[in-house]
């Protein structure tokens, strides 16, 4: 059974840090490009960044670059992405997703809030 789990979300201030994690099981994790996808209220998903399965080639929204970092841990899983300088307009449910070819999997996501 396919799953991914996510964690790490929470109430954060600005200019603060965060770093979630997805777990995966039930398909061969470092086959799969791993992204994490985000979605504020009344907003659609967005994608936020993607990285490749053996971890060689990452690539981010404008929006978060140079503040957010995708890693993979293939022995364990588990793609993370590290959250700093954290603002407002970063509150939004945060979804991690593995595809390979037709194969297309989501998680239950995670709420991220930034405020003061």
């Known amino acids: 059974q396919v799953q991914l789990v996510e964690s790490g979300g929470g109430l954060v201030q600005p200019g603060g840090s965060l770093r979630l994690s997805c777990v995966a099981s039930?398909?061969?994790?470092?086959?799969?490009?791993m992204t994490w996808h985000r979605q504020a209220p009344g907003k659609e998903r967005e994608l936020v960044a993607t990285?490749?399965?053996?971890?060689?080639?990452?690539n981010y929204a404008d929006s978060v670059k140079g503040r957010f970092t995708i890693s993979r841990d293939n022995a364990k899983n588990t793609v993370y992405l590290q959250m700093n300088s954290l603002k407002f307009e970063d509150t939004a449910v945060y979804y991690c997703n593995a595809r390979r070819f037709a194969s297309d999997y989501w998680g239950q996501g995670t709420q991220v809030t930034v405020s003061s």
């Open positions: 990285i490749t399965g053996g971890g060689t080639t990452t």
């Open positions: 039930g398909f061969a994790f470092n086959m799969y490009v």
